[in-house]
């Protein structure tokens, strides 16, 4: 680092610089964490718009009744509350064996696993996944090919990242696939288990590993309105999610740019480029 060079203004100046940059960066940090509290607000609305929708429906004014499932509450009077396994097929992953490369080597079989994490955090639906499998892995393992249209959910780890496959998997032990019967829509049933998450918290609660276990997987309920309100809540929820996301996006450019301000604001002060001295005065 010898030869690294930097401007070295009269001490006055210094301080004038540094003075000048304590007061504009405060001013610029105070309108980004302004901005950062608005999205943390616009998460809470997006979740609560999700959780009131799947549980308490579209008409304000229809007769409730409790649903006797307490992160449920009250539901429409002439909805039911099932347990999932009672109008879906639970179906349970597994891992082929990993040393066997004939069951992964040259693999077309898309296998849900951990890997696919941060797709999970962003999309409804999973068309690829990170590993491949193959049909000699599924013959000589318990995991089966899942038809499109299951609801996976993870049940390890990150507990509760779901998404609707959108053509045949199969899934590792770290996830359970929902495979929805007629009373049930998958797109339904996403954002059900997306509005589980005090719920799956409790069940982990002092947990030394993060899990879910197959008793807890099985007690868990849904709300089950008739399939057309199923798909009118579905479409609601995307409509209206959809202007929070769009908003939440141009306030995370607005706080780039905010960002790139600071950055260009400091190396225009200490090279010289604002006279800080006029500018106090």
Do not use: N
């Not at 998460?43 to 959780?51: G, V």
């Not at 009118?232 to 740019?257: G, P």
């Not at 260009?264 to 500018?279: M, N, P, Q, Y």
């Amino acid at each position: 680092m010898s030869g690294l060079t930097v401007p070295l203004p009269q001490t006055q100046e210094q301080r004038a610089i540094a003075a000048f940059l304590d007061r504009e960066t405060v001013k610029i940090d105070a309108m980004v964490a302004k901005k950062e509290r608005l999205i943390d607000l616009l998460k809470e609305k997006r979740a609560s718009l999700i959780t009131q929708a799947v549980t308490k429906g579209l008409d304000p004014k229809v007769p409730m009744k409790d649903s006797g499932v307490e992160w449920i509450g009250e539901t429409p009077a002439h909805w039911e509350v099932q347990r999932i396994k009672w109008v879906a097929r639970m179906e349970s992953g597994h891992t082929p064996d990993k040393k066997v490369a004939s069951y992964w080597q040259g693999g077309d079989i898309p296998w849900v696993s951990l890997a696919d994490t941060g797709q999970l955090r962003e999309v409804d639906y999973i068309a690829d996944t990170a590993v491949m499998t193959t049909l000699d892995g599924i013959a000589h393992s318990s995991a089966h090919i899942l038809p499109a249209g299951t609801v996976v959910f993870s049940r390890d780890a990150t507990i509760g990242l779901c998404a609707i496959t959108r053509t045949e998997m199969a899934v590792s032990q770290h996830f359970i696939g929902w495979v929805c019967g007629i009373r049930l829509r998958p797109e339904y049933l996403l954002f059900v288990l997306r509005s589980m998450t005090q719920e799956l918290e409790h069940l982990t609660m002092g947990a030394t590993v993060r899990t879910i276990g197959m008793p807890d997987v099985k007690s868990l309920s849904t709300p089950v309105p008739p399939v057309l309100e199923q798909e009118e809540i579905v479409h609601y929820i995307r409509k209206h999610r959809d202007r929070v996301d769009s908003l939440t996006a141009k306030i995370h450019t607005a706080i780039d740019r905010l960002k790139e301000l600071r950055t260009a604001l400091i190396s225009a002060a200490v090279t010289g480029k604002i006279d800080v001295l006029e500018e106090a005065d």
